[in-house]
């Protein structure tokens, strides 16, 4: 994020959503305090974008959001949001989008934490999409920890509040996996994602990058 955002973040927005929207960050102590790493939540709402960062306010400075921008009407509706917070966007329309991976390796790389949503847009049901598999590719070509996020709003209804934000325990992959294990890599991860989120996740048939 852009520092005077990440201040202004950090002292003064972070504690008011903290008050008012968020119930409990449970197991927060699970984030690594001696590498960056990449989060990975389930994504219900819009809102998300502002509790997803709250575990790890303390180094606002290092994140980087992965976020999607397939038209005119995006860049419009969040293109100061995504300015401010320095976010990473993919067209999911382009050819390229491929690239994408390439600059959040080299975020990782040069010590930034990314967040990356695996279901890859809002959803809102009670069991989750199937995970894309560029969250294992980031983990496996890195060697930085997925840390699996939960976000359950009150009822299980988005965006009612307030918000529970449950914190996984780090996932570490190494880097002689190959493309066969990228589905099987996701697929852990987003079982991880589902306990944390009260959520389901079931049998995706098997695919490769």
């Known amino acids: 994020m852009k520092k005077p955002f990440s201040i202004f973040a950090r ?3 972070g504690p008011l959503i903290e008050k008012f929207c968020i119930e409990e960050i449970k197991d927060k102590d699970n984030i ?5 790493f990449i989060l990975a939540p389930n994504h219900q709402s819009y809102f998300d974008h502002f509790f997803v960062p709250l575990p790890i306010k303390d180094r606002l400075e290092r994140v ?3 976020g999607k921008l397939d038209s005119k009407w995006q860049a419009l509706q969040w293109g100061w949001f995504y300015w401010l917070a320095e976010t990473i966007p993919i067209n999911r329309k382009a050819e390229d989008k491929r690239k994408v991976l390439d600059i959040a390796l080299e975020v990782l790389k040069r010590g930034g934490i990314i967040i990356i949503y695996p279901e890859g847009k809002r959803n809102r049901e009670k ?3 199937e995970g894309k598999t560029g969250v294992a590719e980031l ?3 890195s060697e930085k920890p997925v840390i699996p996020l939960g976000l359950i709003y009150k009822n299980n209804n988005p965006p009612t509040l307030p918000v529970c934000l449950n914190v996984g325990n780090p996932m570490y ?3 002689s996996e190959n493309c066969q294990n990228l589905r099987e890599i996701t697929d852990k991860i987003m079982r991880e ?3 944390l989120s009260e959520k389901t996740y079931g049998n995706q048939k098997n695919s490769c990058c």
Do not use: D, G, S, Y
């Not at 690594?32 to 960056?36: E, L, R």
């Open 11 to 13: 002292n003064v927005l």
């Open 173 to 175: 992959f190494r880097k």
């Open 127 to 129: 069991e989750l999409l």
């Open 193 to 195: 994602i589902a306990k």
């Open 139 to 141: 983990a496996v070509k």
């Open 64 to 66: 980087r959001f992965i």
């Open 32 to 36: 690594p305090q001696n590498t960056n």
